[in-house]
Protein backbone atom coordinates (compact mmCIF):
# COMPACT_ATOMS: atom_id res chain seq x y z
CA UNK A 1 0.00 0.00 0.00
CA UNK A 2 1.42 3.79 -0.06
CA UNK A 3 3.43 4.45 2.49
CA UNK A 4 0.85 7.14 3.31
CA UNK A 5 -1.73 5.22 4.10
CA UNK A 6 -0.38 2.64 5.87
CA UNK A 7 -0.82 2.84 10.28
CA UNK A 8 -0.36 1.13 13.24
CA UNK A 9 -2.56 1.59 16.51
CA UNK A 10 -2.10 4.24 18.56
CA UNK A 11 -1.35 1.50 21.37
CA UNK A 12 1.63 0.11 19.29
CA UNK A 13 4.48 -0.61 21.88
CA UNK A 14 6.83 0.23 19.21
CA UNK A 15 4.85 3.92 19.75
CA UNK A 16 4.15 4.29 23.12
CA UNK A 17 8.12 2.91 24.11
CA UNK A 18 10.52 2.31 21.28
CA UNK A 19 9.85 -1.57 22.01
CA UNK A 20 10.71 -2.38 18.38
CA UNK A 21 13.75 -3.41 16.71
CA UNK A 22 14.64 -3.17 12.96
CA UNK A 23 16.63 -3.38 9.86
CA UNK A 24 17.76 -0.68 6.78
CA UNK A 25 18.62 -3.42 4.22
CA UNK A 26 20.17 -1.25 1.04
CA UNK A 27 18.82 -3.21 -2.11
CA UNK A 28 20.66 -2.74 -6.21
CA UNK A 29 19.23 -3.61 -9.13
CA UNK A 30 16.36 -4.65 -7.38
CA UNK A 31 17.68 -7.02 -5.07
CA UNK A 32 18.26 -7.12 -1.22
CA UNK A 33 22.39 -7.01 -0.01
CA UNK A 34 23.54 -8.58 2.72
CA UNK A 35 19.43 -10.01 3.27
CA UNK A 36 20.83 -12.76 5.22
CA UNK A 37 23.29 -10.72 7.15
CA UNK A 38 20.00 -8.45 7.77
CA UNK A 39 17.73 -11.55 9.13
CA UNK A 40 20.37 -13.04 11.11
CA UNK A 41 20.82 -9.74 12.91
CA UNK A 42 17.23 -9.05 13.09
CA UNK A 43 16.82 -12.61 15.04
CA UNK A 44 19.44 -11.78 17.24
CA UNK A 45 18.34 -8.28 17.97
CA UNK A 46 14.49 -10.41 18.92
CA UNK A 47 16.08 -13.03 21.05
CA UNK A 48 18.01 -10.03 23.45
CA UNK A 49 14.65 -8.22 23.74
CA UNK A 50 12.25 -11.06 23.81
CA UNK A 51 10.39 -10.33 21.00
CA UNK A 52 9.19 -13.58 18.66
CA UNK A 53 10.19 -13.33 15.08
CA UNK A 54 7.06 -13.76 13.47
CA UNK A 55 8.99 -14.77 10.21
CA UNK A 56 11.97 -17.13 9.66
CA UNK A 57 15.03 -15.99 6.61
CA UNK A 58 13.55 -17.24 4.01
CA UNK A 59 9.73 -15.09 4.95
CA UNK A 60 12.12 -12.20 5.23
CA UNK A 61 13.90 -12.37 1.58
CA UNK A 62 10.56 -12.83 0.35
CA UNK A 63 9.32 -9.88 2.26
CA UNK A 64 12.14 -7.52 0.72
CA UNK A 65 12.14 -9.02 -2.82
CA UNK A 66 8.25 -8.46 -2.83
CA UNK A 67 8.33 -5.12 -1.42
CA UNK A 68 10.66 -3.81 -4.40
CA UNK A 69 9.00 -5.96 -6.80
CA UNK A 70 5.68 -4.10 -6.19
CA UNK A 71 7.31 -0.60 -5.65
CA UNK A 72 9.04 -1.45 -8.92
CA UNK A 73 12.19 -0.47 -7.13
CA UNK A 74 15.77 -1.16 -7.98
CA UNK A 75 18.09 0.93 -5.75
CA UNK A 76 16.56 1.19 -2.69
CA UNK A 77 16.63 1.28 0.93
CA UNK A 78 14.05 -0.93 2.55
CA UNK A 79 13.06 -0.82 6.52
CA UNK A 80 11.64 -3.73 7.83
CA UNK A 81 10.31 -2.78 11.84
CA UNK A 82 9.51 -5.38 14.24
CA UNK A 83 7.48 -3.68 17.47
CA UNK A 84 6.23 -5.70 20.04
CA UNK A 85 2.79 -5.26 19.23
CA UNK A 86 -0.13 -3.87 21.32
CA UNK A 87 -0.84 -5.33 24.81
CA UNK A 88 -3.48 -5.66 27.42
CA UNK A 89 -3.04 -2.11 28.79
CA UNK A 90 -0.20 0.44 27.69
CA UNK A 91 2.23 0.25 30.41
CA UNK A 92 5.62 -0.80 30.25
CA UNK A 93 5.32 -4.50 30.96
CA UNK A 94 5.50 -6.70 28.24
CA UNK A 95 3.15 -9.33 29.81
CA UNK A 96 0.77 -10.65 26.98
CA UNK A 97 2.20 -9.36 24.35
CA UNK A 98 2.33 -11.86 22.04
CA UNK A 99 1.47 -10.49 18.10
CA UNK A 100 4.25 -8.62 16.85
CA UNK A 101 3.66 -5.85 14.58
CA UNK A 102 5.26 -5.84 11.33
CA UNK A 103 6.11 -2.72 9.14
CA UNK A 104 8.21 -3.22 5.95
CA UNK A 105 8.85 0.21 3.98
CA UNK A 106 11.16 0.98 1.04
CA UNK A 107 11.75 3.98 -0.82
CA UNK A 108 14.26 4.99 -3.58
CA UNK A 109 18.02 5.37 -3.06
CA UNK A 110 19.93 6.04 -5.91
CA UNK A 111 23.60 4.65 -5.97
CA UNK A 112 25.69 8.05 -5.27
CA UNK A 113 27.41 9.14 -8.08
CA UNK A 114 31.52 9.84 -7.94
CA UNK A 115 31.57 13.20 -7.64
CA UNK A 116 29.04 13.48 -4.82
CA UNK A 117 30.91 10.29 -3.20
CA UNK A 118 34.46 11.85 -3.36
CA UNK A 119 33.23 15.19 -1.56
CA UNK A 120 32.41 13.06 1.41
CA UNK A 121 30.89 14.13 4.49
CA UNK A 122 31.48 16.08 7.67
CA UNK A 123 31.37 14.27 10.93
CA UNK A 124 31.52 16.13 14.11
CA UNK A 125 32.27 14.29 17.75
CA UNK A 126 29.51 15.33 20.09
CA UNK A 127 29.25 15.21 23.94
CA UNK A 128 26.36 12.39 23.50
CA UNK A 129 27.85 9.24 24.67
CA UNK A 130 27.62 6.27 23.76
CA UNK A 131 24.97 3.92 25.34
CA UNK A 132 26.61 1.44 27.65
CA UNK A 133 26.24 -2.58 27.58
CA UNK A 134 25.07 -1.97 31.21
CA UNK A 135 21.83 -0.25 30.24
CA UNK A 136 20.91 -1.71 26.74
CA UNK A 137 22.65 -4.70 24.58
CA UNK A 138 24.53 -1.97 21.95
CA UNK A 139 23.85 -5.10 19.64
CA UNK A 140 20.41 -4.60 19.62
CA UNK A 141 19.19 -2.12 16.15
CA UNK A 142 16.20 -1.52 18.40
CA UNK A 143 13.68 1.96 17.99
CA UNK A 144 15.36 3.71 21.19
CA UNK A 145 16.99 5.95 19.13
CA UNK A 146 16.53 9.22 21.21
CA UNK A 147 20.02 9.82 22.05
CA UNK A 148 21.58 9.20 18.58
CA UNK A 149 18.67 12.02 17.06
CA UNK A 150 19.94 14.49 19.73
CA UNK A 151 23.72 13.56 18.91
CA UNK A 152 22.73 14.20 14.96
CA UNK A 153 21.22 17.80 15.94
CA UNK A 154 24.28 18.39 17.81
CA UNK A 155 26.80 17.52 14.97
CA UNK A 156 24.19 19.38 12.56
CA UNK A 157 24.21 22.71 14.68
CA UNK A 158 28.50 22.16 14.53
CA UNK A 159 29.34 21.00 11.12
CA UNK A 160 30.67 24.28 8.58
CA UNK A 161 30.09 22.56 5.10
CA UNK A 162 27.73 21.70 2.76
CA UNK A 163 25.40 18.26 3.07
CA UNK A 164 25.05 15.49 5.24
CA UNK A 165 27.10 15.18 8.63
CA UNK A 166 27.31 12.32 11.27
CA UNK A 167 27.81 12.31 14.60
CA UNK A 168 30.14 10.69 16.21
CA UNK A 169 29.70 9.45 19.55
CA UNK A 170 32.62 8.37 22.58
CA UNK A 171 32.19 6.42 24.93
CA UNK A 172 32.34 6.75 28.90
CA UNK A 173 36.30 6.59 28.80
CA UNK A 174 36.54 8.95 25.44
CA UNK A 175 36.95 6.15 22.90
CA UNK A 176 35.22 6.60 19.80
CA UNK A 177 32.47 4.15 20.40
CA UNK A 178 30.12 4.90 16.99
CA UNK A 179 28.73 7.21 14.37
CA UNK A 180 25.18 8.03 15.51
CA UNK A 181 24.11 5.92 12.31
CA UNK A 182 27.13 4.17 10.99
CA UNK A 183 30.41 2.75 12.25
CA UNK A 184 33.74 4.97 12.36
CA UNK A 185 37.03 4.18 10.44
CA UNK A 186 40.50 5.72 10.53
CA UNK A 187 43.92 4.92 9.31
CA UNK A 188 47.08 5.86 10.66
CA UNK A 189 50.69 5.06 9.17
CA UNK A 190 49.05 2.45 6.60
CA UNK A 191 46.81 0.40 9.08
CA UNK A 192 43.08 0.57 9.05
CA UNK A 193 41.57 1.44 12.73
CA UNK A 194 37.94 0.39 13.80
CA UNK A 195 36.61 0.26 17.66
CA UNK A 196 36.51 -3.53 18.66
CA UNK A 197 33.29 -5.02 18.05
CA UNK A 198 32.60 -5.75 22.09
CA UNK A 199 32.65 -2.39 22.53
CA UNK A 200 29.41 0.24 23.30
CA UNK A 201 28.47 -0.38 19.56
CA UNK A 202 26.52 -1.79 17.06
CA UNK A 203 28.70 -4.12 15.04
CA UNK A 204 27.79 -3.22 11.21
CA UNK A 205 27.01 -5.44 8.61
CA UNK A 206 28.84 -3.10 6.42
CA UNK A 207 31.64 -2.94 8.87
CA UNK A 208 32.22 -6.51 8.89
CA UNK A 209 32.38 -6.42 4.95
CA UNK A 210 34.67 -3.52 5.11
CA UNK A 211 37.39 -5.75 7.50
CA UNK A 212 36.68 -8.43 4.97
CA UNK A 213 37.71 -6.48 1.80
CA UNK A 214 40.47 -4.59 3.84
CA UNK A 215 42.29 -8.28 5.05
CA UNK A 216 41.72 -9.41 1.31
CA UNK A 217 43.44 -6.66 -0.05
CA UNK A 218 45.92 -7.11 2.78
CA UNK A 219 45.45 -4.01 4.61
CA UNK A 220 46.80 -3.92 7.81
CA UNK A 221 43.43 -3.95 10.31
CA UNK A 222 43.27 -3.41 13.95
CA UNK A 223 39.90 -3.91 15.70
CA UNK A 224 40.82 -1.79 18.70
CA UNK A 225 40.60 1.52 20.98
CA UNK A 226 40.60 4.86 19.51
CA UNK A 227 40.90 7.80 21.26
CA UNK A 228 38.68 10.91 20.36
CA UNK A 229 41.41 12.91 20.45
CA UNK A 230 43.30 11.06 18.41
CA UNK A 231 41.05 11.43 15.58
CA UNK A 232 41.70 14.60 13.80
CA UNK A 233 45.33 13.19 13.17
CA UNK A 234 43.93 10.36 10.98
CA UNK A 235 45.72 10.29 7.61
CA UNK A 236 42.22 9.12 6.33
CA UNK A 237 38.60 8.91 8.13
CA UNK A 238 35.43 7.05 6.95
CA UNK A 239 32.54 5.69 8.58
CA UNK A 240 30.42 2.35 7.19
CA UNK A 241 26.75 1.80 7.04
CA UNK A 242 24.66 -0.07 4.51
CA UNK A 243 23.29 3.58 3.04
CA UNK A 244 26.65 5.51 2.84
CA UNK A 245 28.44 2.32 1.91
CA UNK A 246 32.40 3.48 2.41
CA UNK A 247 31.72 6.92 2.91
CA UNK A 248 34.63 9.50 3.26
CA UNK A 249 34.82 11.91 6.16
CA UNK A 250 36.11 14.73 4.56
CA UNK A 251 35.10 17.51 7.55
CA UNK A 252 35.74 16.85 11.29
CA UNK A 253 34.57 19.42 13.96
CA UNK A 254 34.50 21.81 11.16
CA UNK A 255 37.88 21.76 9.65
CA UNK A 256 38.35 20.07 6.80
CA UNK A 257 40.65 17.25 6.08
CA UNK A 258 43.82 16.80 4.09
CA UNK A 259 41.97 19.70 1.71
CA UNK A 260 39.32 17.49 1.18
CA UNK A 261 41.04 14.95 -0.76
CA UNK A 262 39.90 11.00 -0.26
CA UNK A 263 42.64 9.23 0.99
CA UNK A 264 44.17 5.70 -0.86
CA UNK A 265 43.12 3.13 1.54
CA UNK A 266 39.53 4.52 1.48
CA UNK A 267 39.58 4.39 -2.23
CA UNK A 268 40.06 1.26 -2.70
CA UNK A 269 38.03 -0.09 0.04
CA UNK A 270 34.95 2.10 -1.38
CA UNK A 271 35.90 0.22 -5.28
CA UNK A 272 35.93 -3.21 -3.81
CA UNK A 273 33.06 -2.75 -1.99
CA UNK A 274 31.72 -1.47 -6.04
CA UNK A 275 32.99 -4.33 -6.82
CA UNK A 276 31.32 -6.79 -4.79
CA UNK A 277 28.06 -4.50 -5.23
CA UNK A 278 27.96 -5.07 -8.88
CA UNK A 279 28.31 -8.87 -8.46
CA UNK A 280 25.49 -9.17 -6.24
CA UNK A 281 22.85 -7.74 -8.80
CA UNK B 1 -13.01 7.88 19.33
CA UNK B 2 -12.63 4.31 20.86
CA UNK B 3 -8.89 3.22 21.19
CA UNK B 4 -8.58 0.42 18.73
CA UNK B 5 -9.94 2.95 15.77
CA UNK B 6 -7.22 5.42 16.56
CA UNK B 7 -3.74 4.89 14.61
CA UNK B 8 -0.44 7.02 13.25
CA UNK B 9 1.26 6.37 10.06
CA UNK B 10 4.01 3.86 9.59
CA UNK B 11 6.10 7.05 9.45
CA UNK B 12 5.80 8.37 12.46
CA UNK B 13 8.84 9.08 14.35
CA UNK B 14 7.85 7.97 17.42
CA UNK B 15 7.15 4.25 15.90
CA UNK B 16 10.31 4.10 13.69
CA UNK B 17 12.50 6.02 17.03
CA UNK B 18 10.86 6.07 20.40
CA UNK B 19 11.76 10.35 18.97
CA UNK B 20 8.60 11.13 21.32
CA UNK B 21 8.15 12.07 25.00
CA UNK B 22 4.97 11.66 27.12
CA UNK B 23 3.09 12.16 30.22
CA UNK B 24 0.79 9.49 32.44
CA UNK B 25 -1.77 11.69 34.52
CA UNK B 26 -3.88 10.41 36.94
CA UNK B 27 -7.64 11.55 37.29
CA UNK B 28 -9.68 11.13 40.59
CA UNK B 29 -13.54 11.81 40.17
CA UNK B 30 -13.33 13.38 36.52
CA UNK B 31 -10.36 15.65 37.19
CA UNK B 32 -6.65 15.43 36.54
CA UNK B 33 -4.33 15.23 39.51
CA UNK B 34 -1.47 17.64 39.39
CA UNK B 35 -2.60 18.11 35.54
CA UNK B 36 -0.46 21.79 35.99
CA UNK B 37 3.38 19.92 37.29
CA UNK B 38 2.70 17.36 34.51
CA UNK B 39 2.42 20.62 31.75
CA UNK B 40 5.15 21.94 33.07
CA UNK B 41 7.63 18.44 32.72
CA UNK B 42 5.89 17.79 29.61
CA UNK B 43 7.25 21.22 28.51
CA UNK B 44 10.63 20.51 30.00
CA UNK B 45 11.03 17.61 28.04
CA UNK B 46 9.82 18.48 25.16
CA UNK B 47 12.16 21.49 24.90
CA UNK B 48 15.15 19.45 26.14
CA UNK B 49 14.55 17.71 22.74
CA UNK B 50 13.87 20.08 20.62
CA UNK B 51 10.04 19.08 19.56
CA UNK B 52 7.83 22.30 19.60
CA UNK B 53 4.72 21.31 21.97
CA UNK B 54 1.64 22.53 19.69
CA UNK B 55 -0.52 23.26 22.80
CA UNK B 56 0.10 25.68 25.91
CA UNK B 57 -1.08 24.69 29.65
CA UNK B 58 -4.98 25.55 29.37
CA UNK B 59 -5.26 23.66 26.21
CA UNK B 60 -3.44 20.36 27.75
CA UNK B 61 -5.55 20.74 30.65
CA UNK B 62 -8.56 20.73 28.62
CA UNK B 63 -7.05 17.68 26.67
CA UNK B 64 -7.26 15.96 29.91
CA UNK B 65 -10.69 17.16 31.16
CA UNK B 66 -12.60 16.80 27.70
CA UNK B 67 -10.85 12.87 27.02
CA UNK B 68 -12.19 12.05 30.61
CA UNK B 69 -15.57 13.65 30.31
CA UNK B 70 -16.32 11.96 26.83
CA UNK B 71 -15.13 8.90 28.06
CA UNK B 72 -17.10 8.84 31.15
CA UNK B 73 -14.25 8.23 32.85
CA UNK B 74 -13.75 9.41 37.48
CA UNK B 75 -10.76 7.42 38.10
CA UNK B 76 -8.61 6.89 35.23
CA UNK B 77 -5.52 7.24 33.79
CA UNK B 78 -4.65 9.45 30.95
CA UNK B 79 -1.72 8.77 28.95
CA UNK B 80 -0.67 12.16 26.67
CA UNK B 81 2.32 11.78 23.93
CA UNK B 82 4.23 13.96 21.86
CA UNK B 83 5.85 12.73 18.54
CA UNK B 84 8.53 14.64 16.45
CA UNK B 85 5.94 13.59 13.83
CA UNK B 86 6.96 12.00 10.30
CA UNK B 87 9.62 13.38 8.56
CA UNK B 88 10.54 13.91 4.54
CA UNK B 89 12.06 10.76 4.99
CA UNK B 90 11.96 7.87 7.13
CA UNK B 91 15.82 8.55 8.65
CA UNK B 92 17.13 9.68 12.13
CA UNK B 93 17.88 13.27 11.08
CA UNK B 94 14.76 15.42 12.54
CA UNK B 95 14.99 18.23 10.10
CA UNK B 96 12.42 18.96 8.34
CA UNK B 97 9.85 17.34 10.83
CA UNK B 98 7.60 20.19 12.27
CA UNK B 99 4.28 18.87 12.97
CA UNK B 100 4.50 16.92 16.16
CA UNK B 101 1.89 13.84 16.59
CA UNK B 102 0.01 14.54 19.57
CA UNK B 103 -1.96 11.23 21.14
CA UNK B 104 -4.21 11.15 24.38
CA UNK B 105 -5.97 8.03 25.72
CA UNK B 106 -7.41 7.54 28.76
CA UNK B 107 -8.50 4.13 30.37
CA UNK B 108 -10.17 3.69 33.81
CA UNK B 109 -8.26 3.00 36.65
CA UNK B 110 -10.02 2.35 40.11
CA UNK B 111 -8.71 3.46 43.33
CA UNK B 112 -6.84 0.95 45.28
CA UNK B 113 -8.72 -0.72 48.47
CA UNK B 114 -6.79 -0.64 51.58
CA UNK B 115 -6.33 -4.32 51.73
CA UNK B 116 -4.74 -4.09 48.04
CA UNK B 117 -2.92 -1.44 49.07
CA UNK B 118 -1.46 -3.06 52.19
CA UNK B 119 -0.50 -6.37 50.62
CA UNK B 120 2.30 -4.09 48.75
CA UNK B 121 3.96 -4.96 45.76
CA UNK B 122 7.35 -6.61 45.09
CA UNK B 123 10.71 -5.17 43.96
CA UNK B 124 13.90 -6.67 42.05
CA UNK B 125 17.24 -5.22 42.10
CA UNK B 126 18.08 -5.61 38.21
CA UNK B 127 21.33 -5.82 36.55
CA UNK B 128 19.87 -3.33 34.23
CA UNK B 129 21.94 0.15 34.41
CA UNK B 130 20.00 3.26 34.83
CA UNK B 131 20.74 5.77 31.60
CA UNK B 132 23.68 8.12 32.60
CA UNK B 133 22.58 11.99 31.53
CA UNK B 134 25.90 12.38 29.57
CA UNK B 135 23.63 9.47 27.45
CA UNK B 136 20.19 11.29 27.80
CA UNK B 137 19.11 13.67 30.28
CA UNK B 138 17.09 11.46 32.42
CA UNK B 139 14.51 13.89 33.39
CA UNK B 140 13.09 13.92 30.15
CA UNK B 141 10.11 11.54 29.66
CA UNK B 142 10.72 9.98 26.70
CA UNK B 143 9.46 7.02 24.47
CA UNK B 144 12.81 5.09 24.69
CA UNK B 145 11.68 2.90 26.90
CA UNK B 146 12.97 -0.67 26.27
CA UNK B 147 15.64 -0.64 28.96
CA UNK B 148 12.89 0.06 31.50
CA UNK B 149 11.27 -2.55 29.79
CA UNK B 150 13.64 -5.28 30.08
CA UNK B 151 14.03 -4.35 33.37
CA UNK B 152 10.85 -5.18 34.21
CA UNK B 153 10.92 -8.58 32.42
CA UNK B 154 13.59 -9.29 34.88
CA UNK B 155 12.32 -8.34 37.69
CA UNK B 156 9.22 -10.27 36.98
CA UNK B 157 11.39 -13.31 36.64
CA UNK B 158 12.99 -12.94 39.71
CA UNK B 159 10.00 -12.39 42.20
CA UNK B 160 8.33 -14.91 44.23
CA UNK B 161 5.23 -13.46 45.16
CA UNK B 162 2.06 -12.75 43.58
CA UNK B 163 0.88 -9.18 41.39
CA UNK B 164 3.06 -6.27 40.67
CA UNK B 165 6.53 -6.65 40.75
CA UNK B 166 8.75 -3.11 40.55
CA UNK B 167 12.28 -3.23 39.04
CA UNK B 168 14.99 -1.19 40.96
CA UNK B 169 17.81 -0.10 38.82
CA UNK B 170 20.91 0.85 39.97
CA UNK B 171 23.64 3.40 38.29
CA UNK B 172 27.03 2.85 37.71
CA UNK B 173 28.26 3.62 41.13
CA UNK B 174 25.78 0.81 42.58
CA UNK B 175 23.91 3.36 44.14
CA UNK B 176 19.79 3.19 43.22
CA UNK B 177 18.23 5.62 40.61
CA UNK B 178 15.04 4.54 40.38
CA UNK B 179 12.44 2.10 39.54
CA UNK B 180 11.63 0.92 35.96
CA UNK B 181 8.23 3.39 36.40
CA UNK B 182 8.62 5.03 39.83
CA UNK B 183 10.60 6.81 42.45
CA UNK B 184 12.13 4.50 45.25
CA UNK B 185 12.08 5.44 48.87
CA UNK B 186 13.49 4.00 52.41
CA UNK B 187 13.37 4.54 55.63
CA UNK B 188 16.13 3.81 58.14
CA UNK B 189 16.38 5.09 61.51
CA UNK B 190 13.13 7.30 61.33
CA UNK B 191 14.37 9.25 58.02
CA UNK B 192 13.03 9.15 54.74
CA UNK B 193 15.59 8.77 52.23
CA UNK B 194 15.10 8.92 48.03
CA UNK B 195 17.90 9.33 45.89
CA UNK B 196 18.52 12.86 44.97
CA UNK B 197 16.81 14.42 42.26
CA UNK B 198 20.07 15.81 40.42
CA UNK B 199 21.23 11.56 40.15
CA UNK B 200 20.46 9.60 36.65
CA UNK B 201 16.81 9.79 37.52
CA UNK B 202 13.21 10.81 35.97
CA UNK B 203 12.36 13.26 39.72
CA UNK B 204 8.44 11.96 39.46
CA UNK B 205 6.07 14.67 40.38
CA UNK B 206 4.27 12.05 43.37
CA UNK B 207 7.99 12.04 44.59
CA UNK B 208 8.31 16.22 44.94
CA UNK B 209 4.77 15.56 46.43
CA UNK B 210 5.41 13.18 48.74
CA UNK B 211 8.57 15.08 49.80
CA UNK B 212 6.60 17.94 50.39
CA UNK B 213 3.84 15.88 52.28
CA UNK B 214 6.70 14.18 54.60
CA UNK B 215 8.42 17.64 55.52
CA UNK B 216 5.01 19.00 56.59
CA UNK B 217 4.36 16.06 58.88
CA UNK B 218 8.41 16.73 60.04
CA UNK B 219 9.28 12.97 58.84
CA UNK B 220 13.49 13.76 58.29
CA UNK B 221 14.26 13.85 54.82
CA UNK B 222 17.14 12.80 53.01
CA UNK B 223 17.83 13.09 49.23
CA UNK B 224 21.14 11.26 48.79
CA UNK B 225 22.98 8.66 47.45
CA UNK B 226 21.11 5.13 48.60
CA UNK B 227 23.68 1.94 48.20
CA UNK B 228 21.49 -0.71 46.63
CA UNK B 229 23.31 -3.18 49.11
CA UNK B 230 21.56 -0.91 51.95
CA UNK B 231 17.83 -1.52 50.54
CA UNK B 232 17.28 -4.58 51.76
CA UNK B 233 18.08 -3.39 55.46
CA UNK B 234 15.84 -0.30 54.77
CA UNK B 235 13.60 -0.74 57.92
CA UNK B 236 10.48 0.75 55.21
CA UNK B 237 10.12 0.72 51.36
CA UNK B 238 8.01 2.29 48.70
CA UNK B 239 7.87 2.99 45.47
CA UNK B 240 6.00 6.63 44.30
CA UNK B 241 4.16 7.22 40.74
CA UNK B 242 1.04 9.02 39.82
CA UNK B 243 -0.77 5.43 39.44
CA UNK B 244 0.88 3.68 42.65
CA UNK B 245 0.65 6.83 44.83
CA UNK B 246 2.47 5.48 48.03
CA UNK B 247 2.82 2.26 47.53
CA UNK B 248 4.84 -0.24 49.89
CA UNK B 249 7.46 -2.52 49.00
CA UNK B 250 6.80 -5.63 50.55
CA UNK B 251 8.88 -8.41 49.35
CA UNK B 252 12.85 -7.04 47.76
CA UNK B 253 14.49 -9.67 45.63
CA UNK B 254 11.87 -12.29 46.39
CA UNK B 255 12.49 -12.13 50.52
CA UNK B 256 9.39 -11.06 51.98
CA UNK B 257 10.48 -7.69 54.35
CA UNK B 258 9.00 -7.25 57.64
CA UNK B 259 6.70 -9.78 57.46
CA UNK B 260 4.75 -8.15 54.45
CA UNK B 261 3.69 -5.35 57.23
CA UNK B 262 4.02 -1.80 56.06
CA UNK B 263 5.64 0.66 58.28
CA UNK B 264 4.55 3.67 59.94
CA UNK B 265 6.00 6.09 57.93
CA UNK B 266 4.69 4.76 54.55
CA UNK B 267 1.29 4.43 55.90
CA UNK B 268 1.34 8.34 57.45
CA UNK B 269 2.09 9.08 54.40
CA UNK B 270 -0.30 7.47 51.92
CA UNK B 271 -3.07 8.64 54.14
CA UNK B 272 -1.75 12.11 53.60
CA UNK B 273 -1.71 11.82 50.28
CA UNK B 274 -5.07 10.37 49.77
CA UNK B 275 -6.52 13.40 51.58
CA UNK B 276 -4.53 15.61 48.79
CA UNK B 277 -6.57 13.47 46.47
CA UNK B 278 -9.79 13.76 48.24
CA UNK B 279 -8.90 17.42 48.39
CA UNK B 280 -8.74 17.59 44.75
CA UNK B 281 -12.09 15.85 43.44
Not at 103 to 111: D, I, L, N, S
Not at 183 to 204: E, H, K, Q, R, Y
Not at 221 to 245: K, P, Y
Request: aromatic residues 6%; negative net charge; hydrophobic residues 45%.
Amino acid sequence: MPAEQAVVPVSDRGFLYGDSIFETVRAYGGKAFAGADHYQRLAESAKSVGIALPFGKSAFLTILDELLAANDLLDAMVRVTVSRGSGPAPVPDPSGCHSPTVVAMARPAPRLDEATWSRGIGAVVVPVQSTPKAVLNPTVKSGNFLSHILAIVHAKAHDTGEGAVEAILLDSKGRVAEGAVSNVFGVWNGTLNTPAADGDILPGITRKLVLDLARSLSIPVREGAISGLDLGDADELFVTNSGWEVMPVTRLNGVVLADGRVGPITRRLHEAYQKKVMASC
